[in-house]
């Protein structure tokens, strides 16, 4: 029975290593390729079948999903870190700012964030924790008279999205470049620059369609 346990033991021991082998290759070569990479390739780059592949992840999302639980509670802590400020324009710079280097030094968590809807999958309720948090730090930002009133949490995901091809096109000549970018934009946020406008915010609908379709796009 000792024997049996002990097998047992190193198999669970084995099925791990290999999880965090595929965790770790899959952040590697989406990194290199996009999170549309051969999953044959991940495979190949954490030394296992693409069958083991599939045992641990059925589905290319549950693979996104993993390599995303390893962030979600960084970007949580941003929130935090932000509300913690002493004023609610500062805490939502703050947390722009901090999201956008996050997104600027690793291009999985860009595309992850752009692509895959934040209220799907086995985080859901780490991802709606994350946009409470976020929209609790906008509100306390209007109520203070620091950000226009009518800005709303699709308005801030078009506004991170946005910046996807300025990382791109200016990675290599000008890698900070969209620290300029984003304190324009930030400047045109402001309640006292703020316009009346017939466009209207995109609705929680709208936005997670708006998100399928860049994921189709990409294909």
Partial sequence: MTEVRGEQ???????????????????EVFAEQGVDASLEAIARRAGVGIGTL?????????????????????L???ADAAAAGSGGWTA???????????QAGDR?????????????????????E???????MLARAQAEGGLRADF???????LLWSFAPVFDATAGVAPHAWRRHLHVL???????????????????DQLQASMRSLRERAR
């Fill in 152 to 158: 709303t949490f699709a308005d801030l995901a078009l």
């Fill in 92 to 102: 939502f710079v703050e947390f722009v700012e901090r999201t956008l280097e996050l």
């Fill in 54 to 74: 599939y045992r641990h992840f059925p589905t290319r999302d549950a693979l996104v999903e993993a390599i995303f639980e390893r962030r979600i509670g960084t």
């Fill in 186 to 204: 930030l400047d045109g946020l402001r309640a006292q620059a703020a316009t009346a406008h017939d466009e209207p915010p995109l609705s929680d």
């Fill in 76 to 78: 949580v802590a941003v």
């Fill in 9 to 27: 033991r190193g198999r669970r021991s084995h099925a791990r290593r290999n999880h965090e082998r595929l965790v770790a290759a899959a952040r």
């Fill in 108 to 128: 999985v968590l860009k595309d992850i964030l752009m692509r895959y809807p934040l209220q799907t999958g086995r985080l859901a309720s780490a991802r709606q």
């Fill in 130 to 136: 994350l946009r409470r948090h976020v929209e609790r």
